[in-house]
């Protein structure tokens, strides 16, 4: 620290290889400042600094006058840079003696480290002291204006570029030697100097991001109290919203799927005056989708009356299962990649089961299977009725007549629940209990339900020991029984 300790908020440091040692001090009216070396030379500068540090937007005036002798080329202004290192990137506006028109207001800006400084030059009878200087910050933008009243302003040039959120501000003192070869001190006042800042506040937040969740949370902390408004693609999401000094935030941003341009704006009229604070951030939202995995294939068909379903969801969600429109499991929370078994008790026959997940901003999946209970009703599937036999005119008949046309009737019962296919079969079986003929009617027979089948026969010659069969084969191809078999006689 070089210089009287009395310039508070201003810190006051050499910046860059000085030949002497600068200073900066208070005199109730006035601060003055001594610097050496040269802004710009080589890319690098040396010189004296009086600053403090400054977020956002700013807007910075003051009357600036040498109060010593200086050499052409001789700097004195206001200047704001990114960092106290000799090459840093910074916009400056100073005065400078130049030979030929005299003092000239000079806008120099260096966009990169270790670049050279571009320069705007305001010059001529209209510049006249006293000198006024005006260094303001709109977003990206950094403005330096001219006056001799202080009131009315004319432009001495501007830089665009990706300036940093937090910066240094200050006065700036070199002392250039054109036409000299020692090394001197020059002096400058800044009278009547004015700081308009805006609040300060950090986001911890990185400037780009990628999520998963459609929303998004900001934390910081608010150095100075402000209204604070965050917009999302420029749609205001939080509207002028007070924060205390000193208090740390949270705040949680809707999104929309892809990239989202977030916005916080911290602005204190009262205290700042219209300086507004923006940090912006970029997040894109890669919505991803929710998706149930069965643990193992989902059989068409099984043959026992209660599944275990086993299952696992992708995310954090609440999960629901139901059976034939049944909720078994109702919105129960699930871990990513937790497996989950519910046990479902099957209807006979088809059962559709819709397995649901939703996670917490809303994105889900159903997944639907459909499952066949078949049960194994062996040969108690169908149920046969005695059979009765009828001559062509409906007669009802006791027996058997050599060489007889008659008609042989059953009535088969399904005993499921559900309907169920059968080959329905009235045969005549001869005395060695071969079958000799027979007719079939193939149905699906509704649950519970009866299906009358009614046979033409011509019985043989001698009908002595033959005999009528009726049963019920599951089909056609297999001809497995699943049914009594009834006889007559």
Sequence with gaps: MNGPDNTAPWLSQDIGQTAIPGSASWNGNSYKVKGSGAIGAGNRDSFHYAYQPVQGDFEM???????????????????????????????????????????????????????PFTSANVTGDGFNPPYWLKLVREGNTISGYVSQDGQHWGPAGSATGTWPDKM?????????????????????????????RSPAFTVNN???????????????????????????????VIDSEFIAGDTDFSKTVPLGEGVNTIVVSAKNSDVFGNMVNKKTFTVTYSKIATIITP??????????????????????????VTLNREKILDSVTKSAYEPFTVSLSLWEGPNEIAVSAVDAYGIGAVNRYRITYQKDWGEGLFTVSPITLTDLNGQVLSGFAASQDLFAGATFHNNSGVGQDGVLVIALYDRDDRMVRYSFLERTVPGGSDQAFKSLVHLPADPAGYKLKAFVWNRMSEKIVTSNVVTNP
């Design 206 to 236: 990185p400037p780009s991001d990628t999520v998963s969740v459609p929303a998004y949370t900001l934390m910081g902390h608010m150095t100075d109290g402000a209204y604070v408004t965050v917009t999302n693609n420029g749609v205001t």
């Design 61 to 115: 005036i003051a009357n600036v006058a040498f109060a010593s002798e200086i050499d052409n080329g001789a700097k004195a202004g206001l200047m704001v840079r990114e960092s106290l290192e000799p090459d840093a990137p910074a916009a400056m506006l100073v005065l400078s003696p130049e030979e030929l028109f005299g003092m000239e207001a000079q806008f120099l800006s260096r966009s990169v480290k270790q670049g």
């Design 168 to 196: 240094y501000i200050g006065m700036a003192v070199d002392a250039e030697k054109s036409t000299s070869n020692f090394d001197y001190l020059s002096a400058a006042t800044f009278t009547g100097v004015s700081l308009n």
């Design 295 to 320: 643990s193992e294939e989902i059989p068409e068909t099984v043959s026992l009356p209660v599944y275990e379903l086993k299952a696992s969801v992708n995310k954090n969600a609440a999960v629901t």
